[in-house]
C-alpha cells in the first residue's frame, strides 16, 4: 500500500501557544517562569557542546538573555515560522528515572487553570505537580507553501540516556506530520554530534541527505554540517510505532 503524500495547505495555521502531553515529558508553550532554567541550559558547556557557536561562553547567557530569545522565537511562533516549546518533565518522572541531580529550586510549579498570566490551552491540565525544564525542541525554519519545517532539540546533559529527547522529538514529529500534514522536516547538525547524528541512522534509519564541506568555524575549527530529512512515508511505515 503507498502511502498518502502530504501536500501543502494554505489552511494550516501554526498556533501562537501549543502544548504537547507525553508518556515522560510535555512540551509547554514557553513562559518568563522558564527564563532561569533556560539561561543556564544555553550556558552549561557539556549540554552544548555541538552548539558552542550559541553558548556565548566563557560568560554564558544571562537570565534577560534568556528573556529576550523567548519572546523572539514567541513573535516568531506568532507569525508562523515557528513551533517552539520546552521540554518539561514532573517531579514523580525525574524521581522514577533515578535522576538526582535536580535542585530542589529548579523546580517550577505550574499555574492553577484560571490563572490568565500563563495561558494553557484551554484543554490542557498540566495538574499541580513541580517539574523542572530539561530543555527546549521545535521546529524553525517552517515554510507552510512547500509543508516543510526543520526541527532541532537542546536537552540537559542531567537527563542524557532516558530517552527523554527521542519522546520530545518524536512528539514533534507526530504534531507535524499528522496535525500540520508536513511533507518533509530537516534535522541539521554538525559532524560531531554523533548523538544526533545516531539517533537519526541507527533510530531513524536515514543516512544524510547532504554534506557542507567546512559549513561552520567552531572552536577554532571548521567543521562539516549534515542534513537529514525525514518524510510521511517514514513516519507511517516506521517511527510512529516508536512510541
Same mark, same amino acid.
Given at each position: 500500500?503507498?502511502?498518502?503524500?502530504?501536500?501543502?495547505?494554505?489552511?494550516?495555521?501554526?498556533?501562537?501557544?501549543?502544548?504537547i502531553k507525553g508518556e515522560k515529558v510535555v512540551l509547554l508553550a514557553f513562559h518568563e517562569n522558564h527564563d532561569t532554567a533556560i539561561s543556564k541550559l544555553l550556558s552549561d558547556p557539556i549540554t552544548?557542546?555541538?552548539l558552542l557557536n550559541m553558548a556565548k561562553l566563557p560568560t554564558g547567557w544571562t537570565k534577560e538573555e534568556a528573556a529576550e530569545r523567548r519572546v523572539t522565537r514567541t513573535l516568531n511562533q506568532s507569525?508562523? +515560522?515557528?513551533?517552539?516549546?520546552?521540554?518539561?518533565?514532573?517531579?514523580?518522572?525525574?524521581?522514577?528515572?533515578?535522576?538526582?541531580?535536580?535542585?530542589?529550586?529548579?523546580?517550577?510549579?505550574?499555574?492553577?487553570?484560571?490563572?490568565?498570566?500563563?495561558?494553557?490551552?484551554?484543554?490542557?491540565?498540566?495538574?499541580?505537580?513541580?517539574?523542572?525544564?530539561?530543555?527546549?525542541?521545535?521546529?524553525?525554519?517552517?515554510?507552510?507553501?512547500?509543508?516543510?519545517?526543520?526541527?532541532?532539540?537542546?536537552?540537559?546533559?542531567?537527563?542524557?540516556?532516558?530517552?527523554?529527547?527521542?519522546?520530545?522529538?518524536?512528539?514533534?514529529?507526530?504534531?507535524?506530520?499528522? +496535525?500540520?500534514?508536513?511533507?518533509?522536516?530537516?534535522?541539521?547538525?554538525?559532524?560531531? *554530534?554523533?548523538?544526533?547524528?545516531?539517533?537519526?541512522?541507527?533510530?531513524?534509519?536515514?543516512?544524510?541527505?547532504?554534506?557542507?564541506?567546512?559549513?561552520?568555524?567552531? *572552536?577554532? *575549527?571548521?567543521?562539516?554540517?549534515? +542534513?537529514?530529512?525525514?518524510?510521511?512515508?517514514?513516519?507511517?511505515?516506521?517511527?510512529?510505532?516508536?512510541?
Open positions: 500500500m503507498t502511502s498518502q503524500i502530504n501536500y501543502p495547505d494554505p489552511n494550516i495555521k501554526i498556533p501562537e501557544r501549543l502544548n552544548m557542546q555541538y507569525q508562523g +515560522t515557528m513551533v517552539n516549546f520546552a521540554i518539561v518533565v514532573k517531579k514523580s518522572v525525574i524521581d522514577n528515572l533515578g535522576i538526582t541531580s535536580f535542585e530542589e529550586s529548579e523546580y517550577i510549579y505550574p499555574p492553577l487553570k484560571n490563572e490568565k498570566d500563563y495561558p494553557l490551552c484551554s484543554e490542557f491540565d498540566f495538574g499541580v505537580e513541580p517539574y523542572v525544564v530539561v530543555g527546549n525542541v521545535g521546529m524553525q525554519h517552517i515554510d507552510i507553501s512547500s509543508a516543510r519545517g526543520e526541527v532541532g532539540i537542546i536537552a540537559d546533559k542531567r537527563v542524557w540516556g532516558h530517552k527523554i529527547s527521542s519522546e520530545a522529538i518524536l512528539l514533534v514529529l507526530k504534531y507535524a506530520f499528522e +496535525t500540520l500534514k508536513f511533507h518533509r522536516i530537516e534535522f541539521v547538525t554538525n559532524k560531531d *554530534n554523533s548523538s544526533m547524528r545516531g539517533w537519526l541512522e541507527r533510530y531513524c534509519k536515514i543516512q544524510p541527505e547532504s554534506i557542507a564541506k567546512d559549513a561552520i568555524f567552531v *572552536n577554532n *575549527n571548521y567543521t562539516d554540517i549534515y +542534513t537529514y530529512a525525514l518524510f510521511e512515508s517514514d513516519w507511517h511505515s516506521s517511527l510512529k510505532s516508536l512510541f
